[in-house]
């Protein structure tokens, strides 16, 4: 074992936890759930496999994952998603990190999934993110939808051999009912924030991410899954702007807080 806390959130996601506690089961011997209630076996899985679990009210995705930072057992921290699988050359490359500078993070490439299929073009293809990191320096925003790590200015970032799994939807309809309910949360996070819509997010952004994911990035070479990606990101794109823009005329203004972090996406 290496001197890594593991820290899941979930809520149902016994279809995939296992698969997920198999695998960070060679790396730590503290995992942390952070659990939204869960109805399935989801927590029963956790608890067979001795998982530390901990369950909590709702705060969003950045709030929780910082509640499992808070109550994990060691400062290194790698956060893992219920349907994400670390492949066996990451857990080598893990063993052989010397972990001695809270400075570094270090960012991990992901292989999507669309179903069974693996997604090797378009956006999907080339998803990577920074996920292990030291909680001294580092720790999540709090909005309530795509959190992102604030990363102060002398962190440096490197990268890891080996890969997640990351087995995102199981079909077109999961995948397009997350684009509409991501779209509407990251409306509202952009309207905190102060940001505005205009004519080019509005129309012309929907379309230039679809023809950078389904031409420009490859994702026709993917088939009717590479279609399908593209047109959700299409739609995601387009609700998005256009609730920015509904609640920019609905909603009284507040101010925005700014921070000295820097961001990573």
């Given at each position: ?12 996601e ?17 995992i ?9 076996a989801t927590?029963?899985i ?22 499992g ?9 790698l ?9 066996m ?17 270090y960012?991990i ?58 087995y ?8 397009n ?7 509407e949360l ?70 925005v807080?700014k921070?000295?972090?820097a961001?990573?996406?």
């Amino acid at each position: 074992m290496v001197p890594v806390s593991v820290v899941i959130i979930t809520k149902n996601e016994a279809e995939h936890i296992a698969g997920c506690i198999d695998m960070v089961k060679l790396i730590s011997n503290d995992i942390v759930v952070i659990d939204n209630g869960s109805t399935d076996a989801t927590l029963a899985i956790a608890a067979i496999n001795e998982c530390r679990i901990f369950k909590n009210n709702w705060d969003g995705y950045g709030a929780n994952k910082n509640k499992g930072i808070e109550l994990a057992r060691y400062d290194w921290i790698l956060s893992v998603d219920a349907d994400e699988v670390p492949d066996m050359e990451f857990i080598y490359s893990l063993h052989n990190l010397p972990l001695n500078n809270p400075n570094v993070v270090y960012d991990i490439k992901f292989k999507s999934y669309f179903g069974k299929k693996r997604i090797r073009f378009g956006s999907w293809g080339r998803d990577h993110h920074i996920r292990l990191f030291n909680r001294t320096l580092v720790r999540w925003s709090e909005p309530k939808v795509h959190e992102t790590l604030l990363l102060p200015k002398q962190i440096k970032k490197k990268k890891i051999k080996g890969c997640f799994h990351h087995y995102s939807v199981k079909n077109f309809y999961e995948c397009n009912s997350k684009a509409v309910y991501y779209a509407e949360l990251s409306a509202e996070k952009y309207f905190q924030s102060g940001k505005k819509s205009n004519f080019i997010n509005l129309y012309l952004s929907p379309i230039f991410v679809f023809v950078k994911s389904y031409l420009l990035l490859l994702g026709f070479l993917d088939g009717k899954e590479g279609w399908d990606i593209s047109k959700v990101l299409f739609k995601n794109r387009w609700i998005k702007y256009h609730h920015l823009n509904y609640l920019e005329h609905t909603t009284p203004k507040k101010s925005v807080i700014k921070s000295n972090y820097a961001v990573e996406c």
